[in-house]
């Protein structure tokens, strides 16, 4: 009570001399924290609101880029051109209408991928932190119609490209792997998916024992790789260096895939138009890799 007595006889001799101003700023007055609260923290409820709007603006778009992991998609497609590079390059006579066929089993290919991140997410809504349905970018609902919407968007494409039976089956066996992986989080099952997605670009150029049998051999090799790459990354959200190398691995996988394109093109010229692709693919991953938000791989 004395002390704040004192302050206020202060404050009239201060009046009294004409520096009231002078007073009110001394760290030691209790006009102090007065002026605090008329002037500073209206600025920072300012600020908390700005902060507020940023944030609900950044949860849409950011929210579903992270999601679908975008920046990764680019990827995607090269399992399906180097299938269907390897079912074509081993076999006598193709078809007039093999790369439309292979155009829509890569789009439908992106959709299951899609259709899988979709999946993996609803299914951890509640143990994976940092992912956009914990952090209230996305919700549950949301995600699932999003889920839903990639399997028909993949189902419609398969359809409208006449995919034949053999791409159907490969297909299946992809989606059983897809649930798979998304509820053991076993890195084989992560390995099969994208080994099956090359299964998939064979089956849809070609149903011949001998191209599918090639196809078979390059699926083994995706399969390894992201098994291998998918184990490596376990414990990546709390190492931001281990984070960064997974990030390069997935990266890489574009050029796994053009090196078995360019290989496939010197062995049969007629694959040409799929290796251009492929190389239009990697200028996308690179511009993704600029603007889109990173992701974890699992």
């Known amino acids: 009570m004395a002390g704040h007595f004192g302050g206020s006889a202060a404050a009239q ?12 700023a001394n760290a030691n007055s209790p006009l102090r924290s007065w002026r605090f609260y008329e002037t500073i923290l209206p600025h920072m409820e300012q600020t908390d609101d700005t902060t507020a709007r940023k944030t609900a603006s950044r949860g849409g778009l950011h ?38 066929v292979a155009a829509w089993a890569a789009a439908s290919s992106v959709f299951l991928y899609m259709f899988g991140l979709a999946d993996n997410d609803v299914t951890g809504a509640g ?6 349905i914990p952090d209230g970018e996305i919700t549950l609902a949301g995600a699932r119609i999003a889920r839903g919407f990639c399997l028909g968007a ?7 490209g006449n995919l034949p039976p053999a791409w159907w089956i490969s297909a299946t066996a992809l989606l059983a792997s897809i649930a798979m992986y998304n509820r053991t989080k076993r890195p084989f099952f992560m390995g099969l998916c994208r080994g099956l997605d090359v299964m998939c670009g064979g089956a849809a ?15 083994a090799i995706w399969t390894v790789y992201f098994a291998a790459v998918t184990k ?10 281990k984070r960064e190398f997974v990030g390069v691995l997935i990266g890489s996988t574009i050029y ?16 040409k138009p799929l290796l251009v692709t492929g190389a239009i693919m990697l200028i996308l991953l690179r511009l993704a890799k600029r603007s889109m938000p990173k992701v974890s791989a699992s």
Do not use: H, K
């Not at 920046?71 to 006579?93: E, K, M």
């Not at 191209?211 to 051999?217: E, H, N, V, Y």
């Not at 490596?232 to 260096?241: L, V």
């Open 13 to 24: 001799s201060c009046m009294r001399l004409g520096r009231f101003q002078e007073y009110a």
């Open 63 to 100: 929210g579903w880029l992270r999601f679908f992991r975008a920046v990764n998609l680019p990827t995607v497609p090269g399992d399906v051109l180097a299938g269907a590079a390897a079912a074509i390059a081993f076999s006598a006579d193709i078809s007039p209408v093999c790369f439309r």
């Open 127 to 132: 143990l994976d932190s940092g992912r956009p």
């Open 154 to 160: 993949a189902l419609v494409s398969a359809a409208l």
């Open 205 to 219: 150029v070609s149903a011949a024992t001998r191209p599918l049998s090639a196809c078979a051999a390059l699926a």
């Open 232 to 241: 490596y990354s376990e414990g990546e959200e709390t190492d931001p260096s």
């Open 256 to 271: 796994l895939q053009l090196a078995a394109l360019l290989v496939l093109t010197l062995l049969d010229g007629r694959i």
